[in-house]
């Protein structure tokens, strides 16, 4: 006995030795990770953020609940299958693609600029996907868009960049804008006959859906540009999914780029009437981001100088931080050629581009302008949200905070982890920092304490402006369900994903379905959010080639 209880006491003396040297190995890396990021816990790399992937899980599902056409695997209960017959009139299938907000209309625009970010996110941050077993959901969303967008451009000068709904009839009205007074905020709504004509679900939709199309004598730049640049970033998804699927991404891209710089025009100054939806400042911004795009795709160097030669210096306004959006790409092309700064060889042609380092040197300008400590750090609210316009207030800070993810990232990779703005240094782990202030408001930690992406959290949105979300799955309202709209009741759908347009100035928020500058939910803002919720999933380096 005494001998089988030494045995016992040897045995369990070398598991304690075990346990305690596993602990120590735990605790040297969390220390090795701390002082990697300047202090700060990030999870290990490869280990998945329980809160971040479980809002990358439901940011995703809001894909879904905007798919346009025949549903596949639906699992959204109260979304079925809607317009079919996209396209019929110019023998097109354009039934598929995603709804762009609340409403019912496809504008390949924002669509275009939802598909360049959404390969974007799962290009640099795909592994990080793949731990929070995101990424097939992901790639499902960007596939549904491709498909839309090729059907879009059936020959070379020709792209369908709209489809709508008795487009004259929903044009705003200025004179019928009306302002509803909120306790002491006043919100836009909007014209009452314009955007609220035809409140219905778009699974009974019956009116005519007409098509907008671009051609050489109908130009618009910007939107073939984005067009390209979708396909492109796409076209590297694809690569090692479906080889022939992704060369015919970057054959679309290619004759898109080309008909975009051939034949110069912004859209909405082609159709005057849809500046009334998203007006395009410039086109100049998407054709530098294209050719950028078009550089990763194909290692083809005259993209490269296309973007930073003549056409850089007289568009890209190089040395003046901008704010990243739908409507400004050039934030978004400085970070992206970026990192063929932060990544390129010592003495190689890329690297001595001075082009490239203007690029470069404008990305910490704007990286500058995002953290809080920086003499030129930008306004933020009380409760710490970037707070760049009142209309969709989550969309800049959302894109701003994914820039910075990256670019955190292209700094510690590439091991140059030092920034410096107005001679005061920062690191990766500050952008970081400001990345994840940024999300963690988003998710409920502001002053209202509430999660803006509607199904995160135990509370969100309950009213928001969708028009398949307020309407009862069994009801057909034709297209007087103005009842749905006004009812003060919460959504009878969860329109799970949706990242509302967010607060105002001072932090506040009105749940209200009529308060769309504040409860309207955008595709594109979920392809934002799902880039930022990826980036913090989890910590570790990025790919130094996208190709």
């Not at 996110?121 to 990080?128: F, I, K, N, Q, R």
Request: aromatic share 10%; with cysteine; hydrophobic share 40%.
């Amino acid at each position: 006995m005494a001998a089988r209880c030494c045995g016992c006491s040897v045995r369990c003396c070398c598991w304690l030795l075990v346990l305690t040297l596993v602990a120590l190995a735990v605790t040297a890396t969390v220390v090795f990770v701390r002082y990697r990021n300047g202090g700060q816990v990030f999870p290990l790399p490869g280990v998945p953020d329980a809160k971040y992937a479980e809002a990358l899980a439901v940011a995703l599902q809001f894909f879904q609940v905007q798919k346009s056409g025949k549903l596949v695997n639906n699992e959204i209960p109260w979304r079925g299958d809607s317009a079919l017959d996209d396209g019929e009139e110019a023998k097109l299938d354009l039934s598929k693609g995603m709804y762009d907000a609340g409403d019912h209309m496809k504008f390949g625009f924002t669509l275009a600029f939802t598909g360049t970010m959404l390969s974007w996110s799962v290009l640099e941050y795909g592994d990080a996907m793949r731990a929070a077993k995101q990424h097939d959901a992901a790639i499902d969303a960007l596939g549904w868009i491709m498909d839309f967008l090729i059907n879009a451009h059936p020959s070379d000068d020709v792209l369908y960049i709209q489809v709508d709904r008795f487009a004259s009839d929903l044009l705003p009205n200025l004179s019928n804008v009306v302002v509803r007074q909120f306790a002491d905020v006043s919100i836009l709504v909007g014209d009452p006959k314009a955007d609220h004509k035809c409140w219905e679900r778009p699974e009974t939709m019956s009116e005519k859906r007409p098509l907008t199309k671009i051609t050489t004598k109908s130009p618009g730049s910007d939107v073939a540009a984005e067009t390209a640049a979708a396909m492109a970033a796409a076209s590297l998804v694809y690569k090692p999914i479906n080889g022939t699927y992704s060369s015919s991404l970057l054959d679309h891209a290619q004759r898109l780029f080309a008909f975009a710089d051939k034949y110069r025009g912004a859209y909405t100054r082609t159709f005057p009437e849809l500046s009334a939806y998203y007006n395009s400042t410039t086109y100049q911004d998407e054709l530098l981001w294209a050719a950028s795009w078009l550089y990763h795709a194909t290692g083809n160097h005259s993209y490269l100088s296309y973007a930073t030669g003549k056409n850089g210096k007289e568009y890209a306004d190089l040395g003046n931080p901008r704010y990243f959006s739908w409507d400004d790409k050039r934030p978004g092309t400085e970070v992206l050629l970026s990192r063929v700064s932060f990544f390129a060889a010592d003495g190689s042609d890329v690297g001595q581009d001075e082009g490239l380092g203007s690029y470069k040197d404008t990305a910490d300008a704007v990286m500058c302008i995002l953290l809080p400590e920086s003499d030129t750090a930008a306004f933020r609210t009380d409760g710490g949200l970037l707070y760049v316009a009142e209309w969709n207030s989550l969309q800049h800070p959302v894109a701003s905070a994914f820039l910075a993810a990256v670019y955190s990232d292209y700094m510690s990779t590439s091991g140059k982890t030092e920034l410096t703005c107005s001679g005061k240094s920062f690191t990766s782990s500050d952008l970081r920092k400001f990345a994840k202030s940024q999300a963690d408001y988003v998710l409920g930690d502001n002053p209202m304490k509430l999660s803006y992406l509607v199904g995160y959290g135990d509370s969100y949105p309950q009213r928001v402006h969708h028009r398949g979300a307020s309407i009862p799955a069994d009801v057909d309202t034709g297209c007087d369900g103005q009842e749905w709209l006004k009812t003060s009741k919460p959504n009878p759908n969860v329109a799970t994903g949706a990242l509302v347009g967010g607060p105002l100035k001072n932090d506040s928020f009105i749940d209200d379905r009529e308060n769309v500058r504040q409860n309207e939910a955008t595709t594109y803002n979920s392809a934002l959010i799902v880039g930022l919720l990826s980036g913090l999933v989890s910590y570790s380096s990025v790919a130094q080639s996208l190709s």
